[in-house]
Nanobody, 118 residues
Framework: QVQLVESGGGLVQPEGSLRLSCTAS????????MGWYRQAPGKQRELVAK???????DYADSVKGRFTISRDNAKNTVYLQMNSLKPEDTGVYYC????????????WGQGTQVTVSS
């Protein structure tokens, strides 16, 4: 089992920045694709950013140029740096780990609320 613990959410003004953290219970990044998802009220959860074991990243079009996913292998932690935040970025952000080989082996963090408002 893998546990994912998220932190860093909060209330921020438009154009502000936040950094979300997701700490895993073990050294998993060589075997799991890491992702950040978000879900606004009444909407489906959407993929925001992802990072594969080799370091390849991808982003939703809506956040390209503003968000950066990164990781610190020594700390078993993945980050989402969010800059130039917009009200439409508001939602619950979830950390996800999907095993690259074992189909169906997937873990989720508890979520952290991000609210962008004046």
């Amino acid at each position: 089992q893998v546990q994912l613990v998220e932190s860093g959410g909060g209330l921020v003004q438009p154009e502000g920045s936040l950094r979300l953290s997701c700490t895993a219970s073990g050294s998993i990044f060589s075997r799991y694709r890491m992702g950040w998802y978000r879900q606004a009220p009444g909407k489906q959860r959407e993929l925001v950013a992802k990072m594969f074991p080799g370091g390849t990243t991808d982003y939703a079009d809506s956040v390209k140029g503003r968000f950066t996913i990164s990781r610190d292998n020594a700390k078993n932690t993945v980050y989402l740096q969010m800059n130039s935040l917009k009200p439409e970025d508001t939602g619950v952000y979830y950390c996800n780990a999907a095993h690259t080989l074992l189909v169906g082996t997937e873990y989720w963090g508890q979520g952290t609320q991000v609210t962008v408002s004046s």
